[in-house]
């Protein structure tokens, strides 16, 4: 069962104004970041559907959208001042990558989409963005993959410089010689040196005094 859900969007060019996104999901808009759709959408030949990637500053999204060039049963005099056919991209946006979108989720994203593009036709100057809710999706999604945890770094061993070494060597020689006139005040002065006998003589074997 696929329990995953789609966020409709649309993007339209009005009579007046150029491309922009009129309806985005409700995290995006409460989070001011729906301009994101309208700079990953690109237009595509009428009918083709098109899937991208979304760059999310804080999660990896995906969108899928068709262009539908919109005729008179949609709007009355659909074209722009400039008498060119008026054009939107309808679509979902959802949090895992998109293998098969299901033309029956992109027919939902078009039937909500509509109605609200006649609306901005009404008043394009006055008129901002609107938070879409969820639907439960048809299309074939994969898992979206975790992002890999870098390794903990390695702890670094401490930075003994060579003047350090020095120090240490230079105190461990003072700590030395230290001790040694310690235990030669403790002895009660220079040791004695070891008696040498004379050379051998005739007569009684000397002793030392």
Known sequence: MNDA?????LIGAGRRHEYRTLIAPAFLVAASEYGILDRH??????????????????QPLWMAYATHIVTAADVPDPRDEHSRPLQVLTGFVCDAPIERPDPGDLAVAHDTAMPVYRRYLQDEDRFGVLAS????LRSVLRPAVAPATAPAPRPRRPDISRRTLTVLALAAALLAAAVTALLVTLSGGSPQPACTPPPAVAGPSPTCD
Do not use: D, K, L, M
């Open 41 to 58: 959408a690109g237009r595509t030949p009428e009918g083709e559907t098109r899937v991208v990637q979304i760059r999310s500053t804080n």
């Open 5 to 9: 859900q789609g966020w409709p969007f």
């Open 133 to 136: 809710e969820a639907f439960p």
